[in-house]
């Protein structure tokens, strides 16, 4: 199972609590999780990654394993700790001041 | 027991007032969506447990709420706007061609007739429509591919199509308003446009009598006589007695008439509302005192109500979808300000009072009125 930590207001709109756990085929990738994720949860379509282009929204990052995936290739295979399990995908918001 | 439903959408969140035709004590519900901006909510006339909430940010993009319980709960319907075709180009605000980009929707108005049917009208601005409660939306592409299109260009406050107007004595006639672009009709339920801006006058454009351009804030219909419209220009009220084919100016003795909202009594298809605001670039009220200005002649004279309002040190600004009116027998009139105040006139605008003083700034106010 694929570990995925959405923030507070996708969790709040997926109506989940804690991490997410959801089944990935292989090969494990950005674009396969998030291809998992808005399967199991419709209602976050959108809110990540534009519907139509797939690119990430500009004011979200991907992180794994102390490192920011966010400009790797949406195509490119996830860490070996994400895909084993051990360590979660977060999907994080970025800062706002005010 | 008869009474009403103030829907609130906020920069941080969606609030329902509710009160009994007294409009004195209320229950205040909220924030519904907290973090998140709200920029319109609208029951169906149809069936008023049928709510409708524009939900968006600029981490997260647009989310389409829906609620069939009057609000006590929502759910995430169909949020996929997709301009129809090749997107195609409008022009920037260096005069340069721009591709149109979907970044929100401002304005939920659900059909006269049938409470799955709600027409968007989004930024950058475009008109869709669902016809499955919200669950998908299809541009009326009509709109854009109108000839002027590309020569239509944002405001400051974005290009945004912000008013829908549906006409129910003329199955399929619609007026939207679209700032910087102007007002158009449709007299087939969306399918083609034309504009409606004979008679606007902006100094702010090269050609002040333009077919396009103009910075049209906020158009008003009273559902009983609806040839007559009233218009909240950037600057000027105006009034058009064949449904927009022609504009005159009905400003009067307004103290200022640059302002965002304008509504109808729900009784007399004469009176109407504004709130004036200083200028373009001082978005508060004239002198610190919030009025809010009554004509009972259709325009021209114009008196202010100020009773229960602050007349002294006031400058919040009240947004063009921020004000509403309700259809009790002693009509209600309602607005919202961006210092985060919902006020209430139960009596047709003599006297006001605060519903809530401390919500975050207020983007839109709409009305049900409950048998």
């Known amino acids: 199972m694929i570990r995925v930590q959405l923030p507070q207001h996708l969790r709040l709109l997926a109506q989940v609590t804690g991490e997410v756990a959801i089944e990935v085929a292989a090969p494990v990738t950005q674009r396969t999780v998030l291809d998992a994720l808005e399967a199991r949860y419709p209602m976050l379509r959108g809110t990540i990654r534009d519907q139509v282009t797939a690119h990430r929204r500009a004011f979200l990052r991907f992180y794994a394993c102390k490192r920011d995936l966010s400009l790797e290739s949406p195509d490119a295979e996830l860490p070996e700790e994400v895909i084993a399990g051990r360590e979660p995908l977060l999907v994080v918001g970025a800062l706002a001041g005010g | ?371």
């Open chain 2, 1 to 371: 027991m008869s009474g009403v439903r103030v829907l609130v959408g906020t920069r941080k969140g969606a609030f329902i007032l509710t009160s009994d035709a007294g409009r004195k004590d209320w229950q205040v519900d909220g924030p519904h969506f907290g973090g998140w901006e709200i920029y319109h909510l609208k029951g169906s006339p149809v069936d008023p447990n049928r709510i409708y909430a524009s939900q968006s940010n600029a981490w997260f993009g647009q989310v389409i709420q829906r609620s069939d319980d009057g609000g006590k709960t929502f759910n995430p319907m169909g949020n996929k706007f997709v301009y129809e075709g090749l997107p195609g180009t409008h022009l920037w605000y260096d005069g340069t061609p721009h591709p149109w980009e979907f970044k929100r929707v401002w304005h939920l108005e659900p059909s006269l007739t049938d409470a799955d049917t709600v027409y968007a009208g989004v930024e950058d601005a475009a008109m869709f429509r669902t016809t499955d409660g919200g669950q998908s939306w299809q541009e009326l592409s009509g709109l854009r591919a109108h000839g002027s299109g590309k020569y239509w260009q944002p405001g400051a406050g974005g290009m945004c199509l912000h008013t829908i107007v549906l006409d129910p004595h003329h199955p399929g006639r619609i007026y939207i308003a679209i700032s910087a672009a102007g007002a158009f009709r449709s007299d087939d339920d969306g399918a083609t446009w034309r504009p409606i801006n004979r008679g606007l006058k902006s100094g702010q454009i090269p050609d002040p009598d333009a077919e396009v351009g103009h910075c049209v804030h906020r158009i008003a219909m009273h559902p009983q006589r609806p040839n007559v419209l009233f218009m909240q220009k950037h600057w000027d009220i105006m009034r058009s007695d064949n449904g927009g084919d022609d504009w005159s100016e009905v400003s009067g003795n307004l103290p200022s008439d640059f302002g965002f909202p304008i509504d109808i009594h729900a009784h007399e298809p004469d009176t109407i509302y504004v709130v004036p605001i200083k200028s373009d670039s001082e978005h508060y009220p004239p002198e610190g005192k919030l009025r809010v200005y009554r004509s009972r002649t259709g325009g021209n004279d114009w008196e202010p109500l100020t009773n229960g309002l602050p007349q002294a040190n006031c400058y919040v600004n009240v947004l063009r979808d921020a004000m509403a009116v309700d259809r009790l027998d002693s009509c209600g009139i309602y607005f919202g300000t961006t210092g985060g105040q919902v006020y209430v006139s139960p009596d047709s605008g003599d006297h006001w009072a605060p519903i809530v003083r401390d919500l975050p700034p207020v983007v839109s106010v709409e009305v049900q009125t409950l048998a």
